[in-house]
Nanobody
């Protein structure tokens, strides 16, 4: 069983930055998609950023130019660098690592953007 543990969330002022980390307990970074999702109160979970198996990266329109997804395969970690944060970015952020054989989710980390 693989476990994903997110960290790096917290309270930040508008315009600030945070970097989220998602550490996987096992070496599962080959031929996977790695993604960050978020869910705000009373809203559906939405895709924020994804690195697909072939390396293609996509972002939600709402975060393009502000967020960057990256990985460190040696550390089995996927990151989400979030800059120029806005109040509407407030949500619980989840990482996900998946392919046709498995689908793992982290427990979520709260990000609150408020003055």
């Amino acid at each position: 069983q693989v476990h994903l543990v997110e960290s790096g969330g917290g309270l930040v002022q508008p315009g600030g930055s945070l970097r989220l980390s998602c550490a996987a307990s096992g070496s599962i970074f080959s031929n996977n998609a790695m993604a960050w999702y978020r869910q705000a109160p009373e809203k559906e979970r939405e895709l924020v950023a994804i690195i697909r198996g072939g390396g293609r990266i996509d972002y939600a329109d709402s975060v393009k130019g502000r967020f960057t997804i990256s990985t460190n395969n040696a550390k089995n970690t996927v990151y989400l660098q979030m800059n120029s944060l806005k109040p509407e970015d407030t949500a619980v952020y989840y990482c996900r690592i998946f392919n046709l054989k498995y689908d793992y989710w982290g427990q979520g980390t709260q990000v609150t953007v408020s003055s």
